[in-house]
C-alpha cells in the first residue's frame, strides 16, 4: 500500500527527508530569533527566558542545577553564543541533508540539556522530547541519504572512515561508491 506500490507516493526515506528539511527550517527561524535577540552580543536572553526561570522555579533537575548555577550562569555569554551556534550547526546539516549523523547527535546534545534545564517530567519539556526522538531518528537512518548533500556527495564521502560514518554510508556502499569512481561494476550482494 505504501512506498513502492504506486510509482507516484513517495518512499519512507523520501518521507524522512521532507521532516529531516523541515526540523532544519524550523532550527532556521530560531537562529533567526535568536541573532535578532542578541544572544550573540548578550547573556541577558538566555538569562532572563531561561536560566533564570528555571533555578527560580526549581524545575531543573536536581543534578543538572549545579552546572547551570556554577559553570552556566557565570559564562551566560559564552553558552548563550554556544546554543546559538549549536543550533545553527543543525540547522545546516538537517536542512542541507549534510553530515546528518553530526547534526542529529548535536541537536540531540541540545535538545537533552535543554530537558534537564526545564526538568524531565515538566511539561515544558515535551517539545524537547519529541526534538530528541526526531534527532535520534534522523541520526540513525542516516536522513541525509536522499534530498541531501549526504547522498549526492556519497562517492566523496565514501572514501573516508569519519565522512562515511558521518553521512550513514555503509561499507558495502562506499566499495561500491569507491568501485563506481573507478568505473568498475560489482555484483549484487541481493540486500536492498
Excluded at 123 to 135: C, I, T
Excluded at 142 to 156: N, Y
Aim: glycine share 12%; charged share 10%.
Amino acid at each position: 500500500m505504501f512506498g513502492q506500490d504506486h510509482p507516484r507516493m513517495l518512499s519512507y526515506a523520501h518521507g524522512l527527508a521532507l521532516l529531516r528539511i523541515g526540523f532544519g527550517l524550523y532550527f532556521l527561524s530560531q537562529i533567526y530569533a535568536k541573532v535578532t535577540g542578541g544572544w550573540l552580543s548578550s547573556a541577558d536572553p538566555l538569562m532572563r527566558g531561561f536560566i533564570g526561570p528555571s533555578l527560580q522555579n526549581n524545575t531543573a533537575q536536581n543534578f543538572y542545577r549545579p552546572f547551570l548555577e556554577n559553570v552556566v550562569q557565570p559564562n551566560a555569554l559564552l553558552f548563550s553564543q554556544l546554543v546559538t551556534l549549536g543550533e545553527l550547526v543543525v540547522t545546516i546539516s538537517l536542512t542541507l541533508g549534510l553530515f546528518t549523523r553530526l547534526g542529529g547527535g548535536l541537536g540531540m546534545w541540545l535538545n537533552l540539556n535543554y530537558m534537564l534545564m526545564k526538568g524531565l517530567a515538566n511539561n515544558a519539556g515535551s517539545n524537547d522530547r519529541l526534538w530528541f526522538l526526531a534527532e535520534l531518528i534522523f541520526a540513525v537512518t542516516a536522513a541525509g541519504l536522499v534530498w541531501g548533500l549526504d547522498g549526492k556527495l556519497s562517492s566523496l564521502f565514501a572514501r573516508n572512515p569519519l565522512t562515511r560514518w558521518l553521512t550513514g554510508l555503509s561499507n558495502e556502499a562506499a566499495v561500491r561508491e569507491a568501485a563506481a569512481a573507478e568505473g568498475k561494476r560489482l555484483p549484487s550482494s541481493g540486500v536492498g
